[in-house]
Every structure is written in C-alpha cells, then in structure tokens.
C-alpha cells in the first residue's frame, strides 16, 4: 500500500511537470531569459503548486500525524548559511545550461533523447558526491520538529 | 543551449500542472509526513543502490515515487496528450549541467520542488534565499550563454 500510494504520488507529480510545460527545457530556459524569448508560463506553476501545497499542507499538519508515518519529519533549520546558498548557485547554473532540474529530469527518461542519458547518470553522481561531501566536512542540517 | 525555440504562453495549463505538483507534494506530507522535493527523494531512493551512511528507514516508497515520475509522460501520451519536449544533444554541455544540477542539490539541500514548492509553502525563510539564488544564477547563466556568447 505504501508503494503504491508512492507510485500514485509520483504519478501525479510526474503529470503536473508534463502538464504544466516545466518538462520541457526550452520551455524553462525560455522562461529564465529575461532579455530574449521570455516565456512567463513557469511562474504560473510555481503559483499553483505554491498555492495548494500552502493550503494542503496546513490542512494535513491538523491531523498531528502523516497517515503512514509516526510523524511529521519537516526541516527545522533556519540557518541560510554557505552550503545552501554555494549549492543553490551551482544548481542554478547546472538549471540555465540544460533547462533540467531533478524532478523533470526523471520524466524525461522513458524519451530516450541522447541529453538525458548523459544528464540522469551525472545528476545521481553530482547528487551523491554534494550530500555526501556536505555531511562529511561542513553541517548537517537536518532536524525535526512538530 | 541550442538555437532558442520560441514557446506558447500556456497560463492555464501551467496553473493546471502547478496544482498537480502541489496536490501530489500534500500527499506525500499527508501520507509519508516528508518533503516531497525531487533531489532529496532521489537521494532516499538512492540508498538503495549508494550504501551513504545513515541509511533512510523507508526508501521503498521513494523508488515508488521515482517510477510513477518516469511512467508519467507514457501515461500522459497513453489518454491522448501530447508530451512537447526540445532536449539539447550537446553532450558534453548536458553532462556538465546534469553534475551542476545534482551537485548544487546535494550542497544546496533541495531543489524547485524542496525549496521552491515546499520550502515557500512552509514560509522557510531559508527556502526563500535558496530560491532567490537559483534564479538568479539560472537566468544569469542563460544571459551569459544566449546573449554574451551569441546563441551557443
């Protein structure tokens, strides 16, 4: 049942990336060129998703408990420190030269297209060096509250 | 990268797919209690595969998770949408962007959906200056590669 509710989960959020055109890489590096072929469309998934989540979640949170979990395990730290602003930067740079980000990278596996052969495999290895070196030298930043 | 394909302004469908990724985000909040960000479920998942540590307690419902994101665009194409989808073939350029884009996540702690969906939706400040910073280093990069290297 958790695997399908998994499944289901990721369904959902795999249709939304479709739907809403964050799939699509031109459609992203469009929407970051502020000086040529703007496209404002991503702001409206943003919008959306920001707007049931913020919603949803609250609703969720008066529960007290997840329905499959002992409880909610939300980051509790605050701190904007130099780990997540030198990661988001390098992110952001990785975003604007391939028009993927994690999520819509999954997506776009099952096309085939020669880009995300190569994207998916050094993602993961990106993925795994950063979580890995973040924990070994810096802080680890994870907590729980509620 | 690449030539620059023109896209349709698509306000609507894009409201469409946003509420998708939220409903599916309080899901896995109302469900599983987590963040549904794309970097750290990958991660989860990913232990299953990279011994990295603390091994997470509950990664089969990530795996779950990751293969309904892969079967999505078949399903999609399955009742009759059309998947639209311009990847670019410089190989070298998306083996760059592909170790950026997990590299930052991993530092970073999160990604659109963990900082951007859930980290704004929670008011986490620390969220905020994620977000602030990726877009400003996304569309820097892209004005640097579009307009100051002419094209690419």
Redesign the interface.
Known sequence: MRNFLGFVSGLIFGLGLVISGMSNPAKVLNFLDLAGAWDPSLAFVMGGAMLVTYLGYRLAWQRGRPLLSARFDLPCDRSVDRPLIVGAALFGIGWGIGGFCPGPAWTALPLLSSGILVFLPMMLVGLWLGSYGKNLSILASKGIVR | ?GP????????W????????????????????????G??GI??GA?GAV?P??RAPS?R?????????????????ALIG?T?????????V?????????????????G???G????G???L???SL???L???????????V???VLGGF
Not at chain 2, 61 to 71: D, E, N, T
Not at chain 2, 83 to 91: A, I, K, M, R
Not at chain 2, 115 to 118: A, E, L, P, W
Request: charged share 5%; glycine share 12%; proline share 2%.
């Open positions: 990268m620059t394909i023109v896209t349709e302004f698509t306000p469908a894009s409201l469409t797919g946003g509420a998708l990724i939220g409903l599916s985000a309080v899901m896995v909040m109302a469900l599983f209690g987590k963040i549904a794309i970097a990958t991660n990913l990279v990295m540590g509950d089969n419902w990530r795996i779950a998770f990751l293969a309904g994101l892969v079967a999505a665009p078949l399903v999609y949408g998947v639209q989808q311009t990847v670019s073939d410089n190989l350029g998306m083996a760059l962007a592909g170790f950026l884009v997990g590299l930052g996540t991993g530092i970073g702690s990604c659109t959906s900082h951007g969906v859930c704004l939706a929670r986490s400040s620390r200056a994620a977000v910073t990726f877009m400003a280093s996304g569309i820097a990069t892209v004005f590669l579009r307009h």
